[in-house]
């Protein structure tokens, strides 16, 4: 069964050449593409297409340069050689200036594996089904307010606070901490956006303040490792030593940023989608059991992550392009997603696709916290379509910028039932 989305205009636009084509050409200014254009921040999709067929590893001059993957194959196999393709020289393009290196996410096996296993046991499946009721209950509440208005800004009423929420009730966070924890962190991420590295700066050390308290705290109480974060990091002991307070704390507020970012803009994108197909909205009304394959295929289409890095650590041709040691490559998730040697009708949402989507990354560093973020998804698109008779726009939405894709401001008009 497939639902008709949005479409990119692909017609009469001519097979892609072999990757090798874009090694020597010239080049603009800006490169291949240009991720700053206000075109490509609204819909990047026609461009990752274009790159697809004509310069699978394109060039982008922006913030140093760097090389952008483009290709669901080239991006697996780079996803999958951490010794060529590396993240322990930061994990975003352009780099963060106020980020040190964090566990396990700014390291390469098999330094990387001891944190990250440890780290899986707080990350189950099971224990993200336990959270159902809470997150559950996170979303009503949010709700309630845009109901009676019928209205609101979606992104800042409902999907950024239950992205927060969320990972801070698997966190086990009080209320108290749960609210200086999201304020600081919105305030950490807009600085971001916006480049104001002093305000980014002074938000780092706040979080990085309150991550240290409840971190201290934990550790007191002497936690269970398949319950919480903090105590499966201090389980963890790479070189033999047990990890000190400063990098549990570091990685804690890595992945309090990390849980909060890509569900948000994920969950909003998805809300754009539904507002924009009447019949999915109605097929999900009357199936909500479907929500779960809608919501495989609204990751696939509205990928948030556009950017990972990697450094590349030695000689390596991808697609017919030489890269070599220190350049700067950006796995393209976004793109590999519509990948139409990978998927077919790429840009349709088909309930129950079988081929395996890239949306939470591939080998070693895949998203740990993909099973949150699913029940995240899954449990706002229903709460909201359970609430409600109809949902559309009430206004243009407002866009993230590289390395993110997707709203950071949703006008929504919600009727409900």
């Not at 507002?275 to 909500?288: K, M, S, Y």
Request: charged share 25%; hydrophobic share 40%.
């Amino acid at each position: 069964m497939t639902e008709e989305p949005h479409r990119e205009d692909t017609t009469d636009e001519p097979s892609r050449p072999p990757g090798a084509k874009g090694t020597n050409r010239e080049r603009s200014a800006i490169g291949d593409f240009d991720p700053t254009a206000a075109e490509f921040r609204a819909n990047p999709h026609p461009t990752f297409a274009r790159l697809r067929r004509e310069a699978p590893v394109a060039r982008c001059e922006r913030w140093g340069g760097f090389f952008a993957l483009t290709r669901y194959e080239d991006i697996v196999r780079a996803s999958t050689d951490p010794t060529t393709f590396s993240s322990a020289e930061g994990v975003v393009i352009p780099k963060n200036p106020v980020s040190g290196r964090r566990p396990p996410l700014h390291y390469d096996p098999p330094e990387h594996t001891v944190y990250r296993q440890a780290l899986n046991v707080a990350f189950t499946k099971r224990r993200a089904a336990a959270l159902e009721p809470a997150v559950r209950a996170i979303a009503s509440q949010l709700l309630e307010p845009v109901l009676e208005a019928g209205r609101a800004d979606m992104v800042a009423a409902f999907s950024s606070p239950l992205a927060t929420l969320a990972f801070l009730a698997m966190l086990n966070v009080s209320p108290e901490q749960g609210r200086a924890l999201q304020e600081h962190s919105e305030r950490f991420e807009a600085a971001q956006i916006a480049e104001d590295a002093a305000t980014a700066e002074a938000e780092s050390q706040l979080l990085t303040r309150y991550c240290r308290q409840f971190v201290e705290e934990r550790l007191a109480e002497g936690a269970d490792p398949e319950h919480d974060v903090v105590a499966a990091l201090a389980r963890a002991r790479p070189d033999g030593r047990p990890v000190d307070v400063e990098t549990i704390t570091g990685s804690v507020r890595q992945m309090i940023i990390a849980a909060h970012i890509a569900p948000t803009c994920a969950l909003a994108s998805a809300l754009i989608h539904l507002c924009g197909d009447p019949a999915l909205q109605t097929r999900l009304r009357a199936e909500p059991a479907r929500t779960a394959d809608a919501v495989e295929e609204l990751l696939r289409l509205y990928t948030p992550n556009q950017g990972f890095a990697r450094t590349v650590r030695r000689p390596v041709t991808v697609s017919g392009v030489d890269l070599h040691p220190g350049d700067q490559v950006a796995i393209v998730l976004t793109s590999a997603n519509r990948d139409d040697a990978v998927f077919e009708r790429p840009d349709d949402l088909v309930l129950g696709r079988r081929q395996h989507h890239l949306a939470f990354g591939h080998g070693p560093h895949s998203c740990i916290g993909q099973h949150l973020a699913r029940l995240e998804l899954r449990v706002g698109v229903e709460e909201l379509l359970a609430r409600t008779r109809t949902v559309e726009l009430d206004g243009e939405p407002e866009w993230m910028s590289w390395p993110v894709y997707g709203p950071r401001r949703l006008p929504m008009r919600v009727v409900p039932r």
